[in-house]
């Protein structure tokens, strides 16, 4: 089976810079992907790890480690409209479908 | 180009009424799923389809069926509806097993 743990909340100030980490226990998989969903709406897709190491698309940032079975998300340069919750998600090689977390809801205040 | 959309955007409904919630997408992909998502949980896999004529039992299934004639649609169909069924429901649609999916915009269904 396979199960991802993530922080249920993180709060941070404008202009920081968060982690949002998942920590996931499975027996192989494609990849990490994270999704960001504002409240009331539809996820979004934000990044996809295939490989280890560090993949950047403007502010935000995704991280993969299959030896620590551990992956983040940094977000650089809050901004409000960065509340949001954001899910991490694996895609296990036994399975054709993406089993997601639970998600962490950011707060960023002024 | 519309993306995923998902019809109704709202729904009560009563305990053990049906009612069919539709989704079509008009970006070609062959792959579909419905996910349904409670308050403060992540996303379940209710059923998916790989293509047309094929469709697949997620995680939580029971209460549900699905259908996919065509490669835009796949309505999602629930028979005697449960209160444990109020949620809100994601229809999504992916071109490849590992490229990114596409959600709609969701219909939230209370059940009372």
């Known amino acids: 089976g396979q199960s991802l743990e993530q922080p249920s909340e993180v709060t941070a100030v404008e202009g920081a810079i968060v982690q949002i980490n998942c920590t996931y226990q499975?027996?192989?998989?494609?990849?990490l992907s994270w999704y960001q969903q504002h409240d009331g709406g539809a996820p979004t897709f934000l990044s996809y790890?295939?490989?280890?190491g560090l993949e950047e698309t403007g502010r935000f940032s995704s991280f993969l480690s299959r030896s620590d079975s551990y992956g983040y998300l940094l977000l650089q340069e809050l901004q409000m409209k960065d509340s949001a919750s954001y899910f991490c998600a694996v895609r296990p090689v036994q399975d054709s479908t993406l089993t997601f977390g639970k998600g962490t809801m950011l707060l960023v205040s002024p | 180009n519309a993306g995923v959309t998902q019809t109704p955007k709202f729904r009560i409904l009563k305990i053990g009424q049906s009612m069919t919630l539709q989704c079509t997408q008009d970006?070609?992909?062959?792959?579909m799923y419905w996910y349904r998502q409670d308050p403060g949980m992540g996303l379940k896999l209710i059923y998916y389809s790989v293509g047309a004529g094929i469709t697949d039992k997620g995680e939580v299934p029971n209460g549900y069926n699905v259908s996919r004639s065509t490669t835009e649609d796949f309505p999602l169909r629930l028979e005697l509806a449960a209160p444990s069924q109020t949620s809100v429901y994601f229809c999504a649609s992916q071109s490849a097993y590992n490229s990114p999916l596409h959600f709609g915009n969701g219909t939230r269904l209370t059940v009372t």
């Open positions: 499975t027996s192989g998989f494609y990849g």
């Open positions: 970006m070609n992909h062959n792959y």
């Open positions: 790890n295939a490989l280890d």
